[in-house]
Nanobody
Framework: VQLQASGGGLVQAGGSLRLSCAAS????????MGWVRQAPGKEREFVAA????????YSADSVKGRFTISRDNSKNTVYLQMNSLKSEDTAVYYC?????????????????WGKGTLVTVSS
């Protein structure tokens, strides 16, 4: 099982990026998929998570109104559309999959992690 994140890069403050995380090796029926980030010198921080049905979404207050999480189950892929980026959004972004969104939120005991993709926002 593999989660492959992509879409990171360098962007100016106020700009946008879309991250993708493609899952392979199994389907994630019953799994939440989500994003967690880690800025340099800081602890890992929950960003957002979405249920398989897409009916349930959790987002951190710091990204509400700017970031949108979505998923395409036919492609086994979760997305993170990031708008109005700020310098404080600079971090390595990791995708995760787990039956519990709380484990993704806490970054502990998660079933599957992807390798991170670096987002750098220049001010």
């Amino acid at each position: 099982v593999q989660l492959q994140a992509s879409g990171g890069g360098l962007v100016q403050a106020g700009g946008s990026l879309r991250l993708s995380c493609a899952a392979s090796g199994r389907t994630f029926s019953g799994y939440f998929m989500g994003w967690v980030r880690q800025a340099p010198g800081k602890e890992r921080e929950f960003v957002a998570a979405i249920s398989r049905s897409t009916s349930t979404i959790y987002s951190a207050d710091s990204v509400k109104g700017r970031f949108t999480i979505s998923r395409d189950n036919s492609k086994n892929t979760v997305y993170l559309q990031m708008n109005s980026l700020k310098s404080e959004d600079t971090a390595v972004y990791y995708c995760a999959a787990d039956p519990s969104w709380a484990r993704i939120r806490d970054g502990s005991g998660v079933d599957y992690w992807g390798k991170g993709t670096l987002v750098t926002v220049s001010s």
